[in-house]
């Protein structure tokens, strides 16, 4: 591409480029068409899901900010519920505990019933969990095989130079040049696919974990929450009170001087006889 701005810069009378990116994919014919096609499928994909999963985390991550500040204020889980946005992660940790409490009245073991609190916060936690991690896989794919997909392109390139110089029986640049342009360009795709792909699915996966940590955090106030029936709740976010530091009332010390008599000593001399 550079090559023809350079070239349409020059005139009328600079030579027309017959070895740009269009000429090299046309040389290529179906076969590369339908290897840049699939790698661009795979960029708008990667790109999408980073968006999407993005925007997902950082809804999440907003909505803790309210369950931290309002949702332990309420009297009761059911009121702290109906705080929560609908269709949240949150709201559905809460939900599920709900349910698991009202089944939980039922079960006449206490250890039995301890435990099945705990794995119904696990199952919704997983739940969550393993909704955000949709797509990906999708992620890891490209970031996988995109740049084989490119080698792949590269290796008919350099196969359709090789033909070309047994057919043209010399190696000359106008019979080679399309061909191993084609092959680096290829390369170059399906390294421009991968490496954002692998960034965005380390960078998302990070994000997940820290989601997790939040949600297990979370699911463990309320089940102790539950089980000490509302006496246990976390620190409440935004409602320390600095306690201001007592006065301390110092009476200022009554200095009160101890005047101590002085007693005076006569002495009376003794009469003469």
């Known amino acids: 591409m550079l090559i023809d701005i350079l070239a349409a810069a ?8 017959q070895f740009g990116f269009l000429e ?14 699939v790698l661009v499928i795979m960029s708008v994909g990667s790109f999408y899901i980073l968006i999407t999963k993005l925007l997902e985390q950082n809804k999440i991550m907003s909505q803790y900010k309210t369950v931290r500040s309002t949702f332990w204020r309420a009297n009761s889980l059911s009121e702290g519920a109906s705080k929560l946005e609908k269709n949240s992660a949150w709201r559905q940790v809460v939900d599920d505990a709900l349910a698991a409490e009202v089944q939980h009245s039922k079960m006449t073991d ?6 099945w609190m705990h794995g119904s916060l696990a199952r919704s936690e ?3 969990n393993s909704r955000l991690a949709g797509g990906l896989p999708f ?20 196969y359709r130079a090789l033909i070309n110089i047994g057919l043209a029986g010399s190696a000359s640049i106008d019979k080679v040049a399309g061909p191993v342009g084609e092959a680096l360009i290829m390369t170059a795709i399906g390294l ?14 990070a994000r997940n974990k820290r ?12 089940l102790a929450n539950i089980t000490s029936r509302g006496a246990v709740k976390p620190a409440l976010v935004g ?22 008599p002085t007693t005076a000593t006569t002495t009376t001399a003794a009469p003469k006889v």
């Open 126 to 128: 997983a739940a969550i």
């Open 192 to 205: 421009l696919v991968a490496v954002p792909a692998v960034l965005a699915y380390n960078w998302l996966q």
């Open 10 to 17: 020059g005139g009328e009378g600079a030579p027309a480029n």
């Open 24 to 37: 090299a994919m046309e040389q290529g014919g179906v076969i590369a068409w339908s290897i840049l096609t």
């Open 110 to 115: 206490s250890l039995e019933a301890h435990d």
């Open 239 to 260: 409602n320390t009170k600095a306690a201001a530091p007592a006065a301390a009332t110092k009476t200022a010390p009554v200095s009160s001087t101890a005047t101590k």
């Open 139 to 158: 992620l890891a794919t490209v970031g996988a095989t995109s740049p084989f997909v490119g080698l792949l392109g590269t290796v008919i390139g350099i």
């Open 211 to 222: 989601i997790a940590e939040m949600l297990s955090g979370f699911s463990t106030d309320i």
